[in-house]
């Protein structure tokens, strides 16, 4: 057991090596590479052209960059070749990105550029990098969309994207959510459905080589750079042209964030384990901080399997995992068996933390989840089979021997919305408790659609700090029940907008099978063994 003053200073300790680690990695850049650095770069004072803020046109042709103009990050696209080693690879291959890092800083932007293709890409099935760029990386996207760059391309009425980045991961973006119409990147080679880690042969684009191929001779209206020399010189060959600044509240600019309510698109379902950018310290301080997590997260399982609920509870805030109850005083704790709780869907954990929350058995039914999951379980779980009337008859069964844990969306949602709720459950019982459940993580995500689901519980553990909010809403009133008189679909809208009004959740119509199509290309069933 991990006393949880010990614990937070273990956390402070790993990210105090990784500042030292980083700070050092960042001073063995040669010196001549520092000022070539800062010579390819313009001070705000010293640009020709004026900021992105300063735009107002529309219906225009614009063209841009992805790295360092569309997104606010940085000029380095090094996080997201992370995400694809990590995610799309191995945790060695992200590894060895992350010892290279400091070696690229000797070398310039090209060959820079073609090695964290080769060591990202190398090897990897070109179903995998798609799946990346399609689950994953649009949540990153979105998050660190450039808020006055995005406006300027939203209103053109063309709109072009040169880009050094590989064409195979921002494409799919740009389309879907910008809109955009012609997308320039970097072409990879493939031998058998299998990257190889080497451009093809015409190498990186060249950005006025392309702008020329595109627009001919004519130009067009709008150019977004970065303070590049190279988006410098791509910005002389349009009509008019703006800056995008890092930065920008330093240069007394408006903030370039983008809040949620702004994107092109809601993002509803995302995939992927990691929680975070990963940026170089950021990655450090996960490797530095893997060591310790993995047996965390193996101790905290084991206890939460072996010990009664009482101890296991007062065991994991010790060891830094918090549960955050509210409504314990509207549970009526003389009522007969046969309550039905009705609980958002975070994480397969969500029947286990409930019961804890409780202090008392319950059973849960589940969809699709993996036998190692139900084997560890330390409450009773029973499999539905998408058949509405065994599955009907499973539950009555369940609800007369004990209370009953249901997660009517299906499926889980990490964004802060509610999914379509199945009606079945409100056939089956009058005494019914909506269950507003939330989750919050900093490093990894304890939910995936195409990886191995029976690691879910594991990387949920091997966050520094989880943390499940529970609250409990009440027994629903019989008059919203359907002995009330009121339609199962009465019933399940009525508590999935008391949920949403509950965690400040938008209710949507989208279902399980909207987020394994968008996600995984299936359905989501796991087909079952005679």
């Not at 955050?324 to 704790?333: A, E, I, Q």
């Not at 949507?508 to 005679?530: C, H, S, W």
């Amino acid at each position: 057991m991990v006393p949880a003053t010990g614990f937070l200073r273990l956390v402070d300790l790993v990210q105090i090596l990784a500042n030292s680690y980083y700070r050092a990695a960042r001073k063995i850049r040669a010196p001549s590479l520092q000022a070539r650095a800062a010579g390819s770069r313009m001070q705000p004072a010293e640009l020709p052209y004026p900021s992105v803020t300063k735009c107002g046109r529309t219906g225009h042709a614009v063209v841009c960059d992805i790295n360092g103009c569309l997104l606010r990050s940085s000029t380095s696209f090094f996080p997201y070749f992370m995400l694809v080693a990590f995610e799309g690879g191995s945790i060695l291959r992200a590894l060895l990105l992350l010892v290279a890092y400091p070696f690229l800083h000797f070398l310039n932007h090209d060959a820079g550029m073609r090695a964290m293709v080769f060591i990202s890409f190398c090897g990897l099935k070109l179903e995998d990098v798609q799946t990346v760029a399609r689950a994953v990386l649009p949540k990153f996207f979105l998050q660190e969309l450039h808020l006055q760059a995005y406006e300027v391309v939203a209103a053109a009425k063309k709109k072009v994207v040169i880009t050094s980045v590989p064409r195979v991961l921002v494409e799919g973006f740009l389309r879907e959510y910008l809109n955009v119409d012609v997308v320039v990147g970097t072409e990879l080679q493939m031998v058998r459905g299998r990257f190889t880690g080497f451009l093809t042969t015409s190498g990186l684009p060249v950005k006025d080589k392309a702008l020329k191929e595109i627009f001919g001779d004519s130009k067009p209206d709008v150019g977004l750079g970065s303070t590049s020399s190279e988006d410098q010189h791509l910005l002389t060959l349009c009509k008019e042209a703006y800056v995008v600044y890092r930065q920008d509240e330093k240069n007394g600019l408006p903030s370039s964030i983008m809040a949620r309510e702004k994107y092109p698109k809601p993002l509803v379902f995302h995939d992927g384990r990691l929680a975070f950018l990963p940026t170089p310290m950021a990655s450090l301080i996960m490797f530095l901080w893997l060591p310790f997590a993995f047996p965390l997260a193996i101790f905290r399982i084991v206890i939460g399997i072996s010990l009664p609920m009482k101890f296991a509870r007062a065991i994991a805030a010790m060891d830094g995992v918090q549960i955050r109850v509210k409504g314990l005083d509207r549970v009526d704790r003389n009522a007969q068996k046969g309550v039905l709780y009705v609980c958002s869907h975070r994480t397969l954990l969500d029947p286990v933390i409930l019961s804890s929350a409780l202090q008392k058995p319950l059973s849960a039914v589940t969809y699709s989840v993996s036998r190692t999951s139900e084997i560890l379980s330390p409450i009773k779980t029973v499999r539905l089979t998408r058949n509405r009337e065994r599955d009907a008859e499973t539950m009555n069964r369940l609800l007369k021997e004990g209370d009953l844990v249901v997660c009517p969306e299906g499926t889980t949602c990490r964004e802060p919305y509610l999914l379509r709720f199945s009606s079945l459950f409100a056939e089956l019982a009058d005494d019914i408790v909506p269950v507003a459940m939330n989750t919050s993580v900093s490093m990894f995500y304890g939910t995936t659609a195409s990886g191995f689901k029976c690691l879910d519980p594991l990387f949920f553990m091997m966050n520094p700090s989880p943390v499940y909010e529970v609250e409990i809403l009440g027994l629903l009133p019989r008059e919203m029940t359907c002995a009330g008189g009121k339609s199962s679909w009465d019933v399940a809208n009525f508590i999935q907008k008391q949920m949403a009004d509950a965690l400040g959740f938008e209710c949507t119509k989208l279902t399980r099978r909207d987020k394994y199509l968008m996600l995984a290309g299936n359905e989501g069933i796991v087909p079952q063994k005679k």
